[in-house]
């Protein structure tokens, strides 16, 4: 079945640095959705690309969905001890939106 | 505008028992979902719910049930509880079914279910 892959797991990053996740599906999206949980936070919708080589900016937060509509990135600039949470990707496909595992991410100050 | 509101919060159950589990979605959004959140799989989909028609459903077994009512109101049952059950099971709401024209979903604050 469909799955997305999304990497890396785990990311620790000290306050300031640069931080990256990469989602990959095993098959063609309609759409990449992304999402942040917060600790003992639900899943907070934070963007929507559906066009092939998409690039959308909030801020310092940039993400990308490639040209095959098969892979997609967040890159976070400088990052800030608000930043902490899990990220996931979400790919849409046939009506479906499946999830990544998440990236979880902890900024030191 | 109100949230997602799931009901109840946290839950214990024996093995054996069902449990019910309750999802009102955004005033207006016809669609919801159901995903199950462990640490070790992640967000896994149940099913969706538009128009009181299961849309789309997962690969759980057939435990696993839900329902949607005439408000957008669903719920989703799990009858004979395992330990594996245990899981934060989160409902999302979307204006349309599937998640259209850049809307993304609205999660419920979710229910934290604990099989003992």
């Known amino acids: 079945g469909q799955q997305v892959m999304q990497i890396p797991q785990y990311q620790h990053v000290q306050e300031g640095e640069d931080f990256t996740t990469y989602c990959n599906s095993s098959?063609?999206?309609?759409?990449i959705q992304w999402y942040k949980q917060r600790p003992g936070g639900h899943p907070v919708f934070l963007i929507q690309l559906v066009k092939s080589g998409e690039v959308k900016k909030q801020k310092r937060l940039t993400f990308q969905f490639g040209e095959a509509k098969k892979n997609s990135s967040l890159h976070i600039t400088a990052t800030q001890t608000t930043d902490v949470g899990t990220y996931f990707c979400a790919g849409g496909s046939q009506g479906n939106l499946i999830f990544g595992k998440g990236t979880k991410l902890s900024v030191k100050p | 505008k109100a949230g997602v509101t799931q009901t109840p919060r946290y839950l214990i159950k024996t093995r054996g028992q069902q449990v019910t589990l309750s999802c009102s979605p955004i005033?207006?959004?016809?669609?919801v979902s159901w995903y199950q959140q462990t640490p070790g799989q992640g967000l896994q989909f149940l099913f969706e719910?538009?128009?009181?028609?299961?849309?789309n459903k997962g690969n759980f077994p057939g435990r696993f049930s839900g329902r949607q009512f005439s408000n957008s109101r669903s719920e989703m049952n799990v009858s004979t509880l395992e330990l594996g059950d245990s899981a934060l099971y989160l409902c999302a709401s979307s204006p349309g079914q599937g998640t259209p024209d850049g809307y993304g979903y609205t999660f419920g604050s979710g229910t934290r279910l604990t099989v003992v």
């Open positions: 005033s207006g959004h016809r669609s």
């Open positions: 719910y538009f128009s009181e028609t299961q849309r």
């Open positions: 098959t063609t999206l309609s759409n």
